[in-house]
């Protein structure tokens, strides 16, 4: 390949022009460009184009350079490449635009890898613009393209996982948001992320974990470092909230409705978790009660633990049942719920502390049935 006279005046013309913290760069650009030692020239501008201070070259850097030798490269880097120039555009229509036509160019047999990363990150600047069945068709073709190939890069399924979650996020579809961003963060240095994205991203999944019907287990989030985010922050209440929730606390929640009702979306959906926290409440009892050996417990009990009537405590138990949150029956002449198998649980330290205590109980309990046994027939223990 000759070496281009526009791409070498464009290096050089920077090398003029940029700051002197980046000029050396466009430096070490010409040499390895000149050189065709294109590996290394594809590490140094992938170092260079994640640089904050390098933002404002990053479509010129594309436009005007790596369009040059861009055969001579990995196609997955190219389309993030082009991604980052295409994040720098003004107008979000110019830039969904762009990725479509950088998918078209690696829709090529060898490049399917690039040619769904492309695809998912145009999609992503389609759903900026509201336009959610061409994501959600997109996001379709993709799953089965990933789900096809026998190697794929973390950085791919990131911007599945990423496109996902704010797919779901747009559709309020909390359960399934829930899980595509914690798979996200299961891809990606959270480190990289910057402090804002790190508490936005915390305070989301919280909202998706109190609002979902279908998770009633908060473990995953609540030992995973991005909840850390939330201390020393405006959203620290959010953490408090959590816990409150993960333990069944009433009294806790109850004295956070008031910045509960300062966000939106818990306060339209204050109903939906005044039933939520005391199936919270109901588990945390059964479990406690599990190593006790209390298997059964009466409406009046459920009904203080949880403050609820004991006229709705049956309609509770139910709701516990069909959720799968508890195993057992209900003695409806008696009012006595019987309790199997409780739901595993995310213990916080008073919960562990709760439990040794309970394991302790029980070894107790099993000495004293030893001894009861030696005691009553000797000759099984002679």
Partial sequence: MEIDNAVTNYLQQQQREAPSELAHYFSEFEDLYERKIWH??????????NLPEAAAYRVSIYTEFVRDWQKHMNKVKLVLFALAAARQ??????????MIKISEEVNKPDSQEAYALASLE???FRLLLNDLDSTRETLEKCEKMI????HVEPVIYA?????????????AVFGQYYKNALLLLACIDIQELGTEDRVQRAYDLSIAALLSDTIYNFGDLLSHPIIESLRDTEHAWMLT??????????GKFESLVSKLHGQPLLKQQEPFLQQKIRLMALIESMFKRQGAGARAVSFGTISAETKLPAGEIEHLVMKALALGLIRGGIDQVEQVVTVQWVQPRYLGKGQIKDLVERLQQWEIRVKETALKMSQTTPELFA
């Fill in 89 to 98: 555009f003004d107008s979000i229509p110019a830039a969904s635009e762009f």
């Fill in 122 to 124: 145009g999609a992503h």
């Fill in 147 to 150: 789900q096809s190939f026998s």
């Fill in 159 to 171: 911007s599945f996982y990423r496109v996902c979650a704010d797919y779901y996020k747009a559709k």
């Fill in 40 to 49: 290394q020239l594809t590490k140094h501008v992938d170092t260079f184009i």
């Fill in 241 to 250: 909230l959590l816990l409150a929730f993960n333990s069944g606390d009433i």
